[in-house]
């Protein structure tokens, strides 16, 4: 049984050039996950309307690129990639992912304690059961 409780700590913020930011949260609807970059993306597009080149992702894990069950569309990887975000900032680095087909810079926070935090929400979900 899925936990909606631990999969919701993933977040995610569109931030555009002119420094207008939209963010979200994974949400679990009709028995599929919605990831936080697919929500924060699309909160985006409705309230001002296509990202504008040189907009950029934070997030607290970096984007999904594999094919998933349990998620809502197309890769997040995919999504950013169709939405020409150039760069995402992470938390953390999901070792279980791997992005070769990304055309966005990854780059992951080297704060120390941002980066504990964030691979312990996601070790939430992460381990092995």
């Known amino acids: 049984r899925i936990d ?3 999969y919701g700590m993933v977040a995610a913020c569109v931030i555009d050039p002119e420094n207008r930011k939209v963010s979200s949260t994974s949400t679990f609807e009709q028995g599929l996950w919605q990831h ?3 929500n924060a993306i699309n909160n985006y597009i409705s ?3 296509k990202i504008p080149k040189g ?3 934070v997030t607290t894990l970096s984007p999904c690129n594999e094919e998933m069950d349990d998620r809502f569309g197309q890769s997040c990887t995919d999504l950013i990639n ?4 150039k760069n995402v900032y992470c938390g953390y680095i999901d070792p279980s992912q791997d992005s070769p087909h990304a055309k966005y810079k990854l780059k ?3 704060i120390g304690k941002i980066k504990d935090l964030c691979k312990s929400f996601a070790d939430t979900f992460l381990k092995k059961k």
């Open 4 to 6: 909606k409780h631990k």
């Open 36 to 38: 936080a970059e697919r």
């Open 47 to 49: 309230k001002y309307g």
């Open 55 to 57: 907009s950029s992702i």
């Open 82 to 85: 169709f939405n020409h975000i």
């Open 108 to 110: 992951e926070t080297d």
